[in-house]
């Protein structure tokens, strides 16, 4: 079996998989690590590894480069290789939604008993800030509303203290700074129209460093579990972390849940989105189950 470790080249876990992980996954497969440079490098190592035979791609890193590799093994190949993950990153939230292992023995342990499952693939269809339209796969979540601030302000802060203060500094200052927006969804079964402070289509359970926005999500219903949150306060937002941190639904007047294999959201104001921690652009846009699947290799 042909193993090729896409690795996030500029993580600061990056000494802990060479010294900790690699060692012995290397003494037991025949495996190659591709380190990325920069942030899209990512897309372009997996889409070369799809057309060179590889059985198995690993993503090492965080949401960020699971949601490139993704992305690089679904552009136009056939036959794709099986994809894992070595979570690395600071909040590994599709990692968490799968219960992904990152300690060795349960890795060594993964990669022997091959076991695959097919998931569902989201795609998303956005607005740039160029005012273009552009597409992406995704595996996660996608969002609209704070989500996308707190990664706007993470990438212009440089994280010179690293990932995780950046992100939780982040989170804070939208907290109190963010005005929720007018937005309207509508699916094939239902709408919605809003201030959102939140509104998240999930293909996992977990996003934003650990919170169980979507407990009920699977990744081989064909289906999204939707979270929308509208104009709640600061306050009860923040108070609603705890439940959510233990993966319970929330019981409040201004919070929705809801199902759909489709989602066009639109606004009258510049609404942000995002996909996967990945700043895409702005509303209007089209969240759709992708006709793909991909191999996914489970503990």
């Keep these: 079996m042909k193993i090729v470790v896409i690795l996030n080249g500029i993580s600061l876990h990056k000494k802990k998989f060479y010294q900790d992980v690699f060692p012995f996954i290397k003494d037991a497969f025949d495996v190659h690590v591709w ?13 070369k590894a799809a057309s060179h035979n590889v059985d198995l791609v690993i993503a090492a890193g965080g949401d960020g480069t699971v949601f ?60 740039t800030m160029h005012d273009e339209v552009e597409s992406r796969y ?23 203290f690293g990932s995780a203060i950046a992100y939780y500094s982040s989170i804070l200052s939208t907290f109190f700074s963010f005005k929720p927006k007018l937005m309207r969804a509508v699916s094939p079964r239902w709408t919605w129209e809003g201030k959102v402070r939140t509104f998240a289509v999930a293909n996992g359970k977990y996003y934003g460093h650990g919170l ?3 407990p009920s999500a699977k990744f081989d219903d064909g289906m999204f579990e939707i979270f929308a949150c509208g104009d709640a306060s600061v306050a009860d937002f923040i108070l609603q972390t705890a439940p959510l941190k233990r993966g319970k639904q929330i019981n409040h007047p201004k919070v929705s849940y809801y199902f759909s294999d489709r989602v066009e959201m639109t606004s009258s104001e510049t609404c942000l989105i995002e996909a996967d921690g990945e700043l ?14 991909i191999k996914f290799l489970l503990p």
Excluded: W
């Design 35 to 47: 380190e990325t440079a920069s942030r899209h490098d990512a897309v372009a190592l997996a889409s």
């Design 68 to 127: 490139q590799v993704a992305n690089g093994l679904l552009q136009g190949h056939d036959g794709l290789p099986v994809m894992a993950v070595i979570p690395l990153g600071s909040g590994n939230d599709f990692a968490r939604s799968l219960d992904l292992p990152n300690n060795k023995n349960q890795i060594i342990a993964m990669l022997r008993q091959m076991n695959v499952m097919e998931i569902d693939v989201g795609k998303v269809t956005y607005t």
């Design 138 to 160: 995704f595996l996660n979540v996608v969002d609209v509303g704070m989500g996308p601030v707190v990664v706007q302000k993470v990438l212009a802060s440089g994280r010179p």
């Design 212 to 214: 169980c926005i979507a």
């Design 280 to 293: 895409l652009g702005k509303l209007p846009a089209t969240v759709c189950m992708a006709n793909q699947k």
